[in-house]
């Protein structure tokens, strides 16, 4: 088994500052043996540090007054938004929704929710941040040896998904045809409202799907990118995506209500 | 000597990691058996002029912006069924993709993967079209089934978002005459799960596909007595809709 050492550090970044952890240079496990996509092998991996948290609204919100950048949603009026009743996988176009309104202006903005994970940006947007920020997103490898925490299965915490309500911010709901609270959240939670996984790391699944960078071999499309760890919208019956395996794709200007980030550094 | 030995090495080493899924092809047949199931059918009705518009439409703002109400209106029911087949005009979510998986040449799925290589999805617009233009859809989706062997996701998809259970004579003819296709018999299953056909809902299936343990990625083996059973049940439901 590989050794895995951690060093725990606040290293400042942009205020407020995020706290990162450290993972070491090694030979990391990562991937599934049945996954084409993301099959079983070891990777190698230089030093780097990892966000113990997603980026909040309140952390977006002094980029954007700092440099006065406008998302996509704004540019494009293309944000993807969330009110039950909906079919599984399916969202409503709401030309009002960007990140200050994540599920549209009818919906409600951010004003009580700056400690939340700012949602309806882009991976484009996520990468200007970073550059703003002087980090990066971490790559798809990073964040998988991040959210197992040395864990060879599925979930950081085993095989089943039985413990995620510990963990997530999930959709415990059936189907998405009734609003759910039940685990006190039906959009975001404030991050790091549930437990950490063994490296410190909180949110690592659900709440909001997590931007990575890189590339798979199936990828059709160069508008293709990649976001992981699941998220509110994500439930047991449907996607199930809240673990270390999986790895989505949407477009690199789509806007989401359940998509944001956290960053990393060499 | 030094170089052969290192080029004999990686090929075992190659030869190794393949065989562990019992087969040195299985993963490339998987593979291709999942581009296959992703694999859209293009409609021939007006195609040239929509694909026309459609890269217009991305060369202006590279992301694919939607046609005003005027430009989609002006096409015709032909053209805009061929639109909306080969053209999603909302963003799809993160999470819609099917992984790819070893093996998955020999499963029925419960759920079809998601559309437009995962990145987009079919407009309130076009899922209005195709409800509203049910019956000239269905002779659309009818007529491209008899010219390809493959029957497109797109057509799947459009089968079950119009509930087109008249067609079903016509999946159990593509698949008799293309066994490879096992997403055919997934539409089946859905098309039975969303007609509540009670048999359908009673069976070991729907429990391995939709019951409460059940996600995205569920299926069942695809063996031959599944297929048999699957157009048997299916042809049955049909007879009763058909009345």
């Known amino acids: 088994m590989l050794a895995l050492v951690l060093h725990l550090a606040s290293i400042n970044g942009p205020s407020p500052s995020p706290s990162f952890v450290r993972i070491p240079a090694g030979t990391y496990q990562v991937g599934k043996a049945s996954y084409l996509d993301n099959p079983l092998r070891s990777v190698g991996l230089k030093a780097f540090d990892i966000a113990r948290l997603d980026v909040t609204n309140a952390q977006f919100e002094e980029f954007v007054r700092a440099t006065r950048y406008v998302t996509d949603a704004e540019i494009r009026h293309n944000a993807m938004v969330f009110e039950p009743p909906l079919k599984e996988f399916r969202w409503i176009h709401d030309r009002t929704a960007f990140w200050r309104f994540p599920n549209g202006v009818s919906r409600g903005g951010i004003e009580k929710k700056m400690n939340h994970p700012v949602t309806a940006i882009s991976y484009h947007d996520a990468t200007e941040y970073c550059k703003w920020a002087g980090v990066r997103l971490p790559t798809l490898d990073e964040w998988e040896v991040a959210s197992r925490g040395g864990a060879k299965t599925d979930y950081f915490f085993g095989d089943s998904p039985d413990q995620i309500g510990k963990y997530a911010n999930v959709w415990h709901g059936r189907d998405h045809l009734k609003l759910d609270y039940s685990d006190g959240y039906m959009y975001t939670s404030p991050v790091g409202s549930f437990l950490p996984n063994p490296l410190g790391l909180y949110d690592v699944y659900g709440n909001v799907f997590q931007f990575c960078s890189g590339r798979l071999a199936s990828d059709q499309s160069s508008r293709g990118v990649h976001a992981r760890g699941g998220s509110w919208w994500c439930s047991r019956n449907a996607c199930c995506f809240f673990n270390s395996v999986d790895i989505g794709t949407v477009d690199v200007h789509a806007s989401f209500s359940n998509q944001g980030f956290r960053v990393a550094r060499d | ?243």
């Open chain 2, 1 to 243: 000597m030094n170089k052969l030995s290192i080029i004999f090495a990686a090929l075992a080493a190659t030869c190794f990691a393949l065989c562990q899924d019992g087969s040195p092809s299985a993963p490339l047949v998987s593979r291709n058996y999942h581009q296959y199931r992703i694999d859209i059918t293009e409609p021939t009705y007006g195609l040239a002029k929509v694909k026309a518009m459609i890269k217009n439409i991305k060369a202006a703002d590279d992301d694919g912006t939607p046609l005003t109400a005027a430009q989609f209106e002006s096409l015709s029911v032909p053209e805009k069924f061929t639109f909306t087949m080969i053209h999603g005009e909302e963003m799809d979510q993160n999470c819609d993709p099917m992984p790819a998986i070893v093996g998955e040449e020999k499963l029925i799925f419960g759920e079809l993967p998601g559309n437009f290589d995962y990145t987009a999805a079919w407009s309130e617009r076009q899922i209005a079209f195709l409800k509203h233009n049910r019956k000239a859809v269905i002779s659309m989706i009818r007529k491209e089934m008899h010219k390809h062997s493959h029957v497109g996701l797109n057509l799947k998809h459009a089968i079950v978002e119009i509930d087109a259970y008249e067609l079903i004579p016509d999946l159990v003819a593509a698949f008799d005459r293309n066994k490879k296709d096992l997403d055919v018999l997934t539409t089946l299953f859905l098309l039975m799960k969303d007609g509540k056909y009670k048999p359908f809902l009673e069976s070991a299936t729907y429990e391995k596909c939709y019951g409460p343990k059940a996600d995205y990625k569920s299926c069942v083996d695809g063996n031959t007595a599944n297929q048999k059973l699957t157009i048997q049940r299916a042809e049955a439901y049909y007879k009763g809709r058909m009345g």
